[in-house]
């Protein structure tokens, strides 16, 4: 690995720092070197604050060695006004001569133009360095603005012989399959995704609350699917703690667009059964998470069928995490 990627591999790093905070915008990673020293470095603050770049420059002490330093960015830097000024006109301001960008960004308003800006003022600009790398990073942010939806995580628990639930139960709550720690991590992914998604019948029959309780972060925005109107606001998923969004439309590419037309890029799906095999029957889905809990009820609602890449696979104690993705 040489030293461009090895800074960048360190923007990368800091980047993950901004997830679930940054969201609509991509969680962006910046260093600052000088003569082979990081001298400043930012990643993307909450939505509404400076980018990664600003950070990276404001942390530099000594400003007079920027004009004698490189910026490296896992993310092209912008050029347009948006909630902040163009990071672009920043770079410009303090002469950095040098930017190396880990991928150009798809935005429309970017795409291109934050690179042409940084050449035409002499600045050398170098691209796709970690390319694929920094892509996957920013996947969240390249599917919203390429495919027009949110990137979507399928996520589920099942038992051993494959169900999701046994065939009866007495009360109106989840059965658990899996351990508190694998239910700890649910919690921390919820933290990091804008919004979460549950069918008709999960809220009927395990009335959840889709909060983050087990973990500190912001709670995702709550969209339930209730397509013949079944819901009252007597159960958890109204209760005020999070944003709730309910859909009356029973089509999952309807539902994908409208949630990209309400600037949501990214989304869980927990389920049920029929609203999982749907979102993977109609192909809209990224990545799946699936748990496989140490236990057996013989007969009940049987898992989604998936058909995907596996990933990653690690034992969670006495619980499987089997990551998919769909190539």
Known sequence: MNTSENYIKRCLQIAKNGLGTTRPNPMVGAVIVYNNTIIGEGYTSAYGGPHAEVNAINSVKDKLLLPKSTLYVTLEPCSHYGKTPPCSDLIIKYNIPKVIIGCIDDNPEVAGKGVAKLR???CDVKVGVLEEECKRHHQRFFTFHNKKRPYIILKWAESKDGFLAPKTKNKQRPVWITNA???????????EE????????TVLQD???????????????????????????????????????KMIDA???SICKKLFEKNINSLIVEGGAKTL??????DLWDEARVFIG??????????PILKGKL?????????VLKVYTND
């Not at 095999?277 to 109609?282: A, P, T, W």
Request: proline share 2%.
């Open 120 to 122: 035409n003022s002499g």
């Open 181 to 191: 720690y694998s239910r700890q991590l649910v919690h921390k992914w919820r933290s």
């Open 194 to 201: 804008q919004a979460i998604l549950v069918g008709t019948n």
């Open 207 to 245: 009335n959840p609350s889709l909060t983050v309780r087990d973990w500190t972060g912001e709670h995702p925005i709550r969209v339930v699917l209730d397509k013949d109107l079944k819901l009252n606001s007597n159960f958890s998923v109204f209760d005020h703690k999070a944003e709730t969004l």
């Open 251 to 253: 089509d999952i590419n």
């Open 277 to 282: 095999q749907s979102f993977i029957n109609d």
């Open 294 to 303: 140490n236990t057996e009820f013989m007969e009940g609602i049987k898992a």
């Open 311 to 319: 990933s990653k696979e690690e034992m969670i104690k006495d619980d």
